[in-house]
């Protein structure tokens, strides 16, 4: 039978650390060895061990190479250069860059403005004839209308009709999750496209770009060859060939191209307490390419903007100036994209933390790290007094809804990571870790308030916890 890997990461020295306790990680052992994060020795554990009948997920062949020296945070711990404090973070953690990272084909960047422009001046075209028509003539019209209404009634049905068989005839199942979704592009097109975005971001990042031997790099490097190790049975995991890329970059972000192309920002690196949420986010990273969300996404915009041509024609062709014209068309947009588009991007995300949570359960992961992540960047913004936004003015869940959603799913992965014979986390739950040392920061911070003042200063929180 396939095994199931677990990296053993050492405590040795190197120029990279992810700072923090080893007490906890070096609890996660099991059958006498010290398997995912064990702060002692350097090699792969390399534990054969049978899979349960019972999993749908098949366990993958044993990853030898060996992990670059760094040293594990404890969640008991955040680390000092946390990026709540020293760096910028962005509201969102986006699972690819804004606008730029789902590559759409060429004709429909060139056809869609020209879409648009014809809707509007047909309809405004439509509005001159019928004020230029006489009393009489519009009275005619009228009674044609009236007269000919199931006619009409007939023709607009018919064409409802026929982009009704148009979604249904271009529906495809969601790879590992079966959900039925709308896909227009191919694949194969959809991917040669992305092969242009990525030129476009080496060419961005040219001199960005961290070099292989970076100690960084390679933790980047084998957690995405675990990842894709013990996810082997997954055709779409393993079909691809997954391409490291770390920028020297503050913000937090990361994303993966359809074509396979990874790219983690160094402030990520920064910005994670362990090597279990880094394995998290680079499985939902790798889970938007795998479940197609990009050409899926872009195949649902298309869609809906074909059908706000006939709305917009309207608008144009009733509203009785010009001025009135842009308002509707400005309410009508809007309405789509907080309707439709931003709902959608939602789901998306929810379905790739999902399914990125399965990927880093078969590769024995601590996936109870997940939600601690973004509780992390949830405390962050509240130190940083940044305004939160509402989650329906978004494309990505709140934090703190995020972080709900992962405790949801946290049991099922935990079922996961047993079949594939895991060692038991037999340390405290991060979570629980995370929610103590929040309530000592608290007090810690009251008692530094002296009597006469009014207002605490957060810029700089002591973060040395005790350990518990």
């Known amino acids: 039978l396939d095994t199931c890997q677990r990296l053993n990461l050492s405590r040795n020295t190197g120029k990279w650390k992810l700072t923090g306790s080893p007490n906890y990680y070096g609890k996660s052992t ?15 554990c390399k534990t ?41 973070i962005t509201r969102f953690f986006h699972v690819s860059p804004s ?65 009704i068989v148009f979604y249904f005839t271009h529906l495809e199942e969601t790879p590992i999750t079966g959900r039925a979704r709308l896909l227009v592009f ?41 990842l894709s190790e013990s996810n082997k049975d997954v055709p779409q995991v393993s079909e691809q060939k997954w391409v490291v890329h770390v920028v020297e970059e503050p913000g937090i972000n990361a994303f993966v191209l359809p074509n396979g192309q990874v790219f983690v920002f160094t402030g990520l690196l920064d910005a994670v307490s362990d090597i279990h949420q880094l394995s998290f986010i680079l499985g939902h990273e790798i889970a938007h390419a795998v ?36 308002v509707g068309q400005w309410i009508q947009s809007k309405l789509q ?36 992540f973004w509780q992390q960047m949830e405390l962050a913004e509240t130190i940083q007094g940044q305004p939160k936004m509402p989650e329906w003015l978004s494309t990505h869940p709140s934090h703190e809804n995020r972080a709900e959603h992962l405790d949801r799913l946290i049991p099922a992965a ?17 979570r629980l870790i995370f929610k103590l040392n929040m309530q000592h920061l608290l007090e810690s911070s009251k008692d530094q308030q002296s009597p006469n003042s009014t207002k605490q200063d957060l810029t700089k929180p002591k973060l040395d916890f005790p350990h518990t």
């Open 186 to 226: 191919g694949k194969e097109h959809f991917r040669e496209l992305s092969q242009m975005e990525y030129e476009m971001w080496m060419a961005e990042f040219e001199n960005k770009m961290l070099p292989e031997t970076d100690a960084r790099y390679q933790v980047v490097e084998r957690v995405v060859g675990h």
């Open 414 to 430: 935990l079922k996961i990571r047993e079949s594939c014979n895991c060692p038991s986390l037999s340390g405290p739950d991060p």
């Open 30 to 44: 099991g059958k006498g060895q010290r398997c995912l994060l064990d702060v002692v020795n350097t090699d792969v």
């Open 291 to 326: 479940l197609e969300h990009a050409a899926e996404k872009a195949s649902l915009v298309h869609f809906l903007d074909f059908l706000s041509l006939i709305v917009l024609t309207m608008i144009w062709a009733v509203c009785p100036r010009d001025s009135l014209a842009i």
């Open 48 to 88: 054969a061990h049978h899979g349960s009948a019972r999993s749908s997920f098949l366990p993958s062949q044993t990853l030898v190479e060996k992990i670059p020296s760094l040293q594990i945070g404890s969640l008991g711990r955040l680390p000092n250069r946390y990026s709540a404090w020293n760096i910028p």
């Open 99 to 163: 606008f730029r990272a789902a590559p759409v084909p060429l004709f429909w960047i060139i056809i869609k403005p020209a879409q648009k422009l014809f809707a509007i001046i047909l309809g405004r075209s439509i509005r001159k004839w019928w004020k230029s028509l006489p009393p009489n003539k519009r009275e005619l019209f009228k009674e044609s209308a009236r007269k000919n209404k199931w006619k009409i009634l007939l023709s607009v049905s018919s064409l409802g009709v026929l982009f």
């Open 337 to 372: 994209e907080f309707i439709f588009d931003r709902p959608y991007s939602r789901t998306l995300e929810a379905e790739a933390d999902k399914v990125g949570l399965q990927f880093a359960a078969k590769a024995c992961v601590d996936v109870r790290a997940s939600s601690v």
